[in-house]
């Protein structure tokens, strides 16, 4: 039977509240430069009043990737959790307008509100994030529902969603649903520190994927080794390895055969959504059939499409880009 989607993502629902600082104003509201840091609900809303010419979009890593699957003409679906307040009832129209299906309505009720996370973006185009995770990480397995991951070719996981019980509860959920209906399913680990804190658990889970996306540190923390032990461990327990390594080129190994993607280094804008768009070529070439190194290559060239502009999702067409690229 043909599936809804081709591709549903399971991630949290974070509004991007974007704004350029120097870093004399990170200093002065004592932001790290660079990282990601979680603020509390009060921490947020002075940084939120901080900000001047804020530009909202809606974020979060999966939901970056699948809006940009729905810029390359693919049917995409959304599980996460938004209040419904303004930035909620905001979030949902806009992926909607994206293309993206937003499976579960906006939440009513005393809940906590919709997650935000606040961007600097400094003249040498680093991010300093801070983020209120709010509503979004109370994702749990009643978000999973039947008919959306059923009808789902692909399941796609966000790892930062594991850091809670309820997370978990959700993703063995939703691979037990995609999966019973013939479905396939992947996470992108999202964070060296999600994977140490989970380890045991993650490295039994990746066993019953179908593939796993990660970076270099990633990977390491995953294995407690060095990379290229770390990844000969992955192929033998999980389906699909993918290894992105800064400008270090792609590694793809799926049994007996790895593909080694080489990166043209650019000068980034704002490297905001890299990872994630990375993830939208890959699964791009991984639904429609690609070869592991054209898959890897449409990768790799909807990561240098959006860290040549501010803001974490595709503008230009993706479609025309790998037509350039002779991809597709």
């Not at 949290?12 to 430069?33: P, R, S, Y």
């Not at 992926?95 to 939440?107: K, L, Q, R």
């Not at 400094?122 to 983020?131: A, I, K, L, V, W």
């Not at 990977?219 to 999980?238: F, G, K, M, R």
């Amino acid at each position: 039977m043909t599936k809804t989607y081709q591709v549903v993502g399971i991630g949290n629902a974070i509004v991007d509240v974007i704004t350029q600082a120097d870093d004399n104003f990170l200093e002065m509201m004592g932001i790290e430069k660079g990282i990601m840091q979680l603020v509390e609900q009060t921490r947020g809303e002075v940084l939120y009043g901080a900000m001047e010419n804020r530009v909202q979009t809606p974020g979060g890593s999966v939901a970056n990737t699948l809006a940009g699957l729905g810029n390359l003409g693919l049917k995409t679906g959304f599980i996460g959790r938004v209040h419904d307040d303004a930035l909620g009832r905001f979030y949902a129209a806009e992926m909607e307008t994206d293309g993206t299906a937003f499976v579960n309505p906006p939440v009513a009720g005393g809940e906590l509100p919709t997650s935000r996370s606040m961007i600097f973006v400094s003249p040498d185009g680093e991010r300093s994030m801070n983020t209120y995770l709010g509503i979004s990480s109370e994702i749990s397995s009643a978000d999973v529902t039947e008919s959306a991951a059923s009808s789902a070719e692909i399941m796609f996981l966000e790892g930062y969603l594991y850091d809670k019980d309820r997370g978990k509860q959700a993703f063995n959920h939703a691979v037990k649903l995609t999966k019973a209906a013939g479905g396939k399913v992947g996470i992108s680990l999202s964070d060296p520190f999600c994977v140490d804190r989970h380890r045991d658990d993650f490295r039994t889970f990746v066993r019953e994927l179908d593939f796993v996306i990660g970076n270099e540190h990633e990977w390491e923390s995953l294995y407690e080794t060095d990379l290229s032990s770390a990844l000969e461990i992955a192929a033998a327990e999980c389906g699909l390895v993918v290894c992105t390594r800064g400008g270090g080129g792609v590694v793809l190994v799926q049994g007996e055969e790895e593909v080694v993607v080489p990166v043209k280094r650019v000068q980034p804008v704002d490297t905001t959504g890299a990872g994630d768009q990375f993830a939208t070529g890959f699964l791009y070439g991984y639904a429609t059939g690609q070869s592991l190194e054209v898959s890897g290559k449409m990768g790799c060239v909807a990561a240098a499409e959006v860290i040549s502009h501010i803001g974490p999702r595709p503008e230009a067409d993706l479609k025309e880009l790998f037509q350039q690229a002779g991809l597709i």
